[in-house]
């Protein structure tokens, strides 16, 4: 994140939309999870790393640019929680939303909704704050509400904002969301937990559902141990979109080229991206961010039998060095 794109905050921007119809009612989705007493945030203290270009090293600095300078009190009690105002870190910047119709079920609870922004990792390292484009990709409601042709529609997204995407902007998309899922992985296995009881046990949880992942995908593959599976994890691949219409949309001709528009990192619209992936298979490596403020809502996972998937190698230092935006 730019600082000086996440201090255009209080100078009247908005969130960028990702339909160009300006009647229809769009929700700003948040991207990383907002400050609260159940710790979600502390899950995304190394994305902030990686985001911020910060030291991996200083949990309480990680702390302190997701969640601001006033943490959360750790109370059930909704109306003692701090004021928002000043809760001003990463997870508080116009960069951390994205404006959606139905994201509250399509986008969070659901999953069935991708953004990946077409980008090279170190493109969205590098990111100045200038609209870039963003591949969607629409999943079957899991409940049968609705096919991905109607999740696609209820989005926002028509033949009049979306074209087919290339080749080559499959592959920076898969590209930058394979990093990202390394780059998790690498982080929940080989660096500390967060500070806090909570965040520590958040994590855990974490890191033994990766584990069990890995022990059901060596159990219904043939010729794979467990031992083969060793630091690797789950990634998409561009064979499976082979024969299939993949939209990708334009964020700055969607929202006209405002001045006043605030676009979201592509960094943490890939990680977000990543936490909806990933529970397509039943676990997750970062939390997913609250659909409204005082709520929370119990995943509804799909099965993993019957998913194709391949997996690829972590890198040694995850994949994804600690050099954010400046």
Request: glycine fraction near 6%; hydrophobic fraction near 40%.
């Amino acid at each position: 994140v730019s600082t000086s794109q996440a201090s255009m905050g209080a100078g009247g921007a908005i969130p960028a939309r990702l339909c160009n119809h300006v009647d229809l009612v769009a929700e700003a989705a948040h991207l990383c999870p907002k400050t609260g007493a159940d710790c979600k945030t502390e899950t995304w203290m190394y994305v902030a790393a990686a985001v911020l270009g910060l030291s991996p090293e200083d949990p309480h600095l990680l702390m302190k640019s997701l969640c601001g300078s006033l943490p959360p009190q750790d109370t059930h009690n909704q109306e003692e929680k701090p004021s928002t105002m000043h809760n001003t870190g990463l997870n508080r910047s116009p960069c951390n939303l994205l404006c959606m119709m139905e994201q509250k079920y399509l986008f969070h609870l659901s999953s069935c909704v991708i953004a990946l922004p077409v980008m090279k990792v170190d493109e969205a390292k590098a990111w100045t704050g200038k609209p870039y484009r963003v591949i969607v990709l629409c999943d079957d409601e899991k409940r049968g509400r609705a096919t991905f042709q109607e999740v696609a529609q209820r989005v926002g997204l028509t033949r009049t904002n979306a074209t087919a995407a290339t080749q080559d902007n499959l592959d920076d998309a898969i590209a930058l969301l394979t990093q990202i899922l390394k780059f998790s992985a690498y982080t929940l296995e080989n660096k500390p937990p967060p500070p806090s009881r909570r965040g520590a046990a958040l994590w855990n949880v974490y890191k033994d559902q990766l584990a069990s992942y890995r022990a059901l995908y060596a159990s219904l593959m043939d010729g794979v141990s467990r031992a083969d599976l060793k630091n690797r994890v789950m990634a998409p691949t561009a064979k499976d979109l082979a024969n299939k219409m993949v939209a990708v949309v334009d964020l700055g001709v969607l929202n006209q080229g405002d001045n006043k528009v605030i676009y979201p990192d592509p960094l943490l619209l890939a990680f977000k991206s990543s936490v909806n992936w990933t529970r397509k298979f039943a676990f997750q490596m970062i939390a997913e961010a609250e659909v409204v403020d005082s709520s929370q809502h119990q995943r509804d996972q799909d099965s993993v039998v019957g998913k194709e998937v391949e997996f690829g190698s972590n890198c040694d230092d995850g994949s994804l060095s600690y050099g954010g935006h400046t």
